[in-house]
């Protein structure tokens, strides 16, 4: 069993940064995708950013720019460096490793979510 674990999240004005974590305990995990979700009070999760295995990104238009996905297979560390950090990036960030047909947004394993609070 898969268990990510976000890290990372915290309150910062608008305009400033913050870098979120998610590390996964599994001897498989440079050859898994993974992606950054984030759900808002009211809303519906939405998706952020994939990283394939391979290393190749996808972006929410909404943070192109602005966010940066990364991993470290060495560490098991997944990231996601958020600049520019905007009052609508208010949410739960959620991580989500492996891919699996069936499950939400098509992702195996998810973690507890790390809150980011951006103020005006």
């Known amino acids: 069993q898969v268990q990510p674990v976000e890290s990372g999240g915290g309150s910062v004005q608008a305009g400033g940064s913050l870098r979120l974590s998610c590390t996964a305990s599994?001897?498989?995990?440079?050859?898994?995708?993974m992606g950054w979700f984030r759900q808002a009070p009211g809303k519906e999760r939405e998706g952020v950013s994939n990283?394939?295995?391979?290393?190749?990104?996808t972006y929410a238009d909404s943070v192109k720019g602005r966010f940066t996905i990364s991993k470290d297979n060495a560490k098991n560390t997944l990231y996601l460096q958020m600049n520019s950090l905007k009052p609508e990036d208010t949410a739960m960030y959620y991580c989500?490793?492996?891919?699996?047909?069936?499950?939400?947004?098509?992702?195996?394993?998810w973690g507890q979510g790390t809150q980011v609070t951006v103020s005006s």
């Open positions: 989500a490793v492996g891919r699996a047909r069936g499950r939400p947004f098509g992702f195996a394993y």
């Open positions: 599994t001897y498989a995990y440079s050859s898994y995708s």
């Open positions: 990283i394939t295995s391979a290393g190749t990104t």
